[in-house]
């Protein structure tokens, strides 16, 4: 679509337009990645909410080359940062170096860093200590970067891929609570299934060298981004959304007794947020004009999962978050 056809397509032709495009986006990235439908899937409802994700998964799971396929088939600038224990934040944001200009005077260039990127791969996030992690936070919540006293805005769309090795804890620092609370969703990646694996090692064994296009500009994401926004809500699913996110704090009145007896923190006001703008994408996804309390259920795994700290009876007890969220949603 051309940028005169985005404006002056209707909201219900956007939403015919964006399916279309789903499916093409599927496609193109199936091509690639064998599987992962779901995680997939929610990626681009993190991407078309303004969110950001954290992909959290074993070594070989292909979760580089799923952020690496993603950013080609979409036709946005890709950068990459390679988090180790000796990245600086300048490394990420970018620094000022003294160069000569046209009369000859010394002065001060900015010189950006690669978060100045439409997405961003975070490689191994945990891997650097918490003075360069949190050289992401400000870009992360409000899209601009301040470095040496002057504030510089990033482009649109801007969004973070992290991810993280969830066994290797040697040389690792963990990301602190307010970043984690950055990201929309933290996706946890499995395993492939028997028959996934067989065409895994059929493609990547052989000659098989799949060419991707381009499936979504630019402009065509910022009017999806728009569209979202527009999406009307019934007002029982903000307050079931709000409610779910209550009864994740123990000091809440209305929290059940798996709440109180097993998390120490609960989730803030970015939850519910995220839970309605995720279940928006969702239902414009299926080709629905406005959510319903399933889509709030389908998301409120991934939203919540790294938003409640759990305490020692929980750890002694066996029980895990997604097990607390379950229970929180099916009341």
Not at 141 to 159: C, I, M
Not at 168 to 196: I, V
Not at 303 to 308: D, E, M, P, S
């Amino acid at each position: 679509m051309t940028n005169q056809d985005i404006k002056n397509s209707s909201d219900v032709e956007l939403v015919h337009n964006l399916n279309a495009k789903y499916k093409e986006l599927k496609s193109e990235i199936a091509k690639v990645i064998v599987g992962q439908d779901k995680i997939i899937e929610q990626i681009i409802i993190s991407i078309l909410s303004k969110g950001h994700c954290l992909l959290i998964g074993v070594p070989g799971l292909a979760k580089t080359l799923l952020v690496k396929t993603l950013s080609e088939v979409l036709d946005l600038k890709f950068s990459r940062i390679q988090f180790t224990p000796d990245l600086m934040p300048s490394d990420i944001t970018g620094t000022e170096i003294l160069e000569n200009d046209s009369s000859g005077n010394k002065i001060f260039k900015f010189i950006k860093g690669p978060v100045f990127a439409n997405i961003v791969l975070a490689d191994e996030i945990n891997r650097t200590p918490p003075k360069t992690q949190s050289a992401l936070l400000e870009a992360m919540q409000e899209h601009r970067v301040t470095a040496a006293g002057h504030s510089y805005t990033l482009d649109e769309p801007f969004f973070v891929l992290a991810t993280q090795n969830p066994i290797e804890q040697e040389g690792t620092y963990p990301l602190p609570e307010a970043q984690l609370d950055r990201f929309m969703f933290n996706l946890w990646l499995d395993y492939p299934s028997f028959n996934e694996e067989l065409q895994i090692i059929k493609q990547t064994t052989s000659m098989y060298l799949p060419v991707l296009k381009k499936i979504l500009s630019r402009e065509e994401i910022m009017a999806f981004q728009d569209l979202v926004r527009k999406v009307p809500v019934a007002d029982e699913v903000i307050n079931y959304a709000v409610s779910i996110v209550s009864k994740t704090r123990p000091v809440s009145p209305d929290s059940p007794k798996i709440v109180k007896d097993y998390i120490s923190w609960g989730a803030g006001p970015r939850a519910s947020q995220y839970l309605i703008l995720g279940a928006k994408t969702s239902c414009i996804l299926e080709g629905r004009y406005s959510p319903d309390i399933e889509d709030i259920i389908k998301i409120a795994q991934p939203v919540l999962r790294h938003r409640l700290i759990t305490n020692f009876n929980a750890e002694a007890d066996g029980l895990s978050v997604l097990n607390i969220i379950n229970e929180i949603v099916r009341e």
